[in-house]
């Protein structure tokens, strides 16, 4: 072959390889999620300037893209709870949890337990905790457990220290000088479906026992 057809052949392949197009694969947004993870989390939390809570977490998710934002609690969470003076009232806990930082609103799932200093013992599958009318509420079933009396019913409602609940289609018994067992034998929360947020309950009408 002639030397100048030789480098017109070269030329022209050069020429091809180069207006060839690499388009990388479409970008959608569940692979652009603006996400912080943080492990093995022990840290307190404020209100207003005065520290509320502890959180202790293996493992805490915070993702600014879905809507409403959220925290994501997929290892189980631990809340110590504090009064003014800083003492603990109350501890929380529960295997899975979301915190929807606009709502100011927690869902609890799992093996949810609360107990207090007054000696009561909370026990559902499911809890949610509102911050700005400052309470908890459960529409599944709920067993309190306090040192006079034990408690069951598929309506729950209380102010943020327990110390007054309601109890909807309830039935218990008194149990004086009764140890409380924390164990249920409730399986650990192996819920995978996409969480929706959650809706505030509105005012409902219950036979109901409040304390």
């Not at 559902?124 to 599944?140: K, M, P």
Request: a neutral charge; charged letters at 25%.
């Amino acid at each position: 072959m002639p030397f100048y057809l030789f480098a017109l052949l070269v030329l022209l392949t050069a020429c091809g390889e180069e207006a060839k197009e690499h388009i990388a694969p479409a970008i959608h947004e569940r692979d652009s999620v603006s996400m912080m993870t943080s492990y093995g989390v022990n840290t307190l939390i404020s209100d207003s300037g005065v520290i509320k809570y502890r959180i202790v977490t293996e493992r805490w998710d915070v993702n600014t893209i879905r809507q409403p934002n959220r925290w994501e609690f997929m290892k189980g969470v631990f809340f110590e709870q504090f009064d003014e003076q800083f003492h603990v009232q109350a501890y929380i806990q529960a295997d899975t949890a979301w915190y929807y930082d606009k709502l100011k609103l927690w869902k609890l799932r799992g093996r949810v337990r609360i107990r207090n200093n007054n000696g009561l013992l909370y026990r559902s599958e499911e809890l949610y905790w509102d911050g700005l009318r400052h309470e908890f509420y459960s529409n599944v079933f709920s067993h309190v457990t306090t040192p006079e009396r034990t408690l069951q019913g598929t309506y729950f409602r209380s102010d943020e220290r327990m110390t007054h609940y309601t109890v909807s289609n309830s039935k218990g018994s008194f149990v004086p000088e009764q140890q409380t067992d924390d164990s249920s034998g409730a399986p650990a929360d192996t819920t995978q479906q996409q969480e929706q947020a959650p809706m505030r309950p509105a005012a409902q009408k219950h036979a109901k026992t409040a304390f």
